[in-house]
């Protein structure tokens, strides 16, 4: 690409050729997916490309999208968290994807505040009966389609997936939580939580005497 392209940031000048390639996919992968991910493979090399040398340029390159990037040293991850009251690119959930990152975020709160260790990782069964436990009158997705759900947060890097035996059921399937998944639904409190849930909760009936 030529330095005076005028589709390119003005900064691409100061870039070195041998850094353009990496830095054009870290873009990339935060404009895509949301989320980078530099825990192994090439993706720890974009990590540390972006966090030691690139902070600035790619803040001021996201700013005016309405996009905060997030540089989470513990996870080592990039994140391009949308500011809800300017971004126009925030990812529209389907009701059913929202109720699952409801009960996702508060699996989070909950390991968060009672554990001492970071990794949030729980089963496909154990989300099914939380999500049994919050939304007591929806009926629950099948197991199934539990993944089906899963798999479009699994490409937003909003959480990871495991399976140590193929053959073993869907329920055994272990779900990490990244922290990703929080910023992209931030909640104050559990209160803020709270009212949203209540959002979705089908509203009683009463029935005559």
Request: net charge negative; with cysteine.
């Amino acid at each position: 690409m030529s330095d005076s392209d005028p589709h390119w940031p003005r900064f691409w000048p100061d870039v070195p050729e041998a850094d353009r390639a990496p830095l054009r996919e870290v873009l990339a992968e935060l404009l895509g997916r949301g989320t980078l991910l530099g825990t192994e493979g090439s993706g720890r090399d974009l990590f540390l490309l972006a966090r030691d040398h690139y902070q600035a340029h790619i803040t001021d390159y996201l700013a005016p999208l309405g996009l905060e990037l997030i540089v989470d040293d513990d996870f080592s991850l990039l994140q391009a968290r949308p500011r809800p009251e300017v971004c126009l690119l925030l990812a529209q959930f389907t009701k059913d994807e929202t109720l699952l990152l409801l009960v996702l975020w508060r699996a989070w709160d909950d390991h968060r505040n009672t554990r001492a260790e970071q990794t949030v990782v729980l089963t496909v069964d154990d989300l099914w009966q939380r999500f049994k436990a919050t939304f007591e009158n929806i009926e629950p997705p099948e197991k199934t389609q539990l993944e089906q759900l899963l798999a479009r947060m699994k490409r937003n890097r909003l959480i990871r997936t495991y399976r140590n035996d193929p053959t073993a059921p869907i329920g055994e399937m272990q779900i990490e939580i990244l922290p990703s998944l929080a910023r992209t639904i931030p909640f104050d409190s559990i209160e803020t939580w709270l009212t949203r849930v209540a959002v979705y909760q089908p509203a009683l009936i009463e029935t005559p005497n």
